[in-house]
């Protein structure tokens, strides 16, 4: 059974930082390309950074780049992202995904998907 677990989601105050751990079981992890993807309330599901299945390349949305970093441990199966100098407007539930075929980072390309945790930015 596939599992993707997040972690780490939680209420930070503008300007704060965060770090989210999915750990992933049940997968040849190190087959898979990884990505967060956030939802906020009333709004599509976004992707906001991809890592390739080593981990040589990576893909950041506009809204994150330079303030959010995306990493993976293939040895212990886990991907994590670093959130920074965090804004009101990050507040959303966060979730990991699986991609075994495109690293496109589309939402309707994932494979498998975590339950998600929410992080709150507070002003």
């Known amino acids: 059974q596939v599992q993707l677990d997040e972690s780490g989601g939680g209420l930070v105050q503008v300007g704060g930082s965060l770090r989210l751990s999915c750990a992933v079981s049940g997968l040849t992890f190190s087959n898979y390309a990884m990505g967060w993807f956030r939802q906020a309330p009333g709004k599509e599901r976004e992707v906001i950074t991809g890592?390739?299945?080593?981990?040589?390349?990576?893909y950041y949305a506009d809204s994150v780049k330079g303030r959010f970093i995306i990493s993976r441990d293939n040895a212990k199966n886990t991907v994590y992202l670093q959130m920074m100098s965090l804004k009101p407007e990050d507040t959303a539930v966060y979730y990991c995904?699986?991609?075994?075929?495109?690293?496109?980072?589309?939402?309707?390309?994932?494979?498998?998907w975590g339950k998600g945790t929410l992080v709150s930015v507070s002003s």
């Open positions: 890592i390739t299945r080593s981990g040589a390349s990576t």
């Open positions: 995904a699986a991609d075994s075929r495109y690293s496109r980072w589309r939402p309707d390309d994932m494979d498998y």
